[in-house]
C-alpha cells in the first residue's frame, strides 16, 4: 500500500470561516464538526482539519491542480478580489508564474498562510 498523507491541521483564527474560505475558493467539501475541529475534504485520501489558535506562524500549502480546475478556481480568486502573484515573495504582484511548463499562482489565506496553486510538478533532479 501507498503511504499517503491523511489529514493535516490548519491553524486559524476563525476555524468556521477559514473552512468555508477553502470550501469556496477551492470547492473542496466541507464536512463540519469533528471534535473540536471544523473538516474540509480536499480529496478521496486527505482532509483539512481546521483548528482556533491564537497565535501561529503562517504556514504554506500547495495544491496541484489540472487546467480547467485552475481557471475554475482562478476565476473565483479573482472574483473575491483576493490579492494573487506570482512567487512566494511576490504574492501579490497579480500576475502568475509559468513554471516548468505550468502556471502557479500565490496568495494569502484570511489567516496569513501562504497558499500555492500549480498544474505542473516541480522539476527536482535526484
Known sequence: MAITLNHTIVP???KTRSAK???D??????IGEFSHFIVV???DTLSLDFDNKEKFESL???FKVS???FDEIFTRLQA???PYGSGPSHADDMTINHNYG?????????NGHLLEMLTADYVIPL
Open 60 to 62: 504554506h500549502y500547495a
Open 41 to 43: 475534504r480536499v480529496n
Open 25 to 30: 475558493l477551492f470547492g473542496f467539501e466541507y
Open 102 to 110: 505550468g502556471r502557479g499562482v500565490y496568495f494569502r489565506d484570511p
Open 21 to 23: 474560505f477553502y470550501s
Open 80 to 82: 473575491g478580489q483576493i
Open 67 to 69: 487546467e480547467q480546475e
Open 12 to 14: 486559524c483564527f476563525d
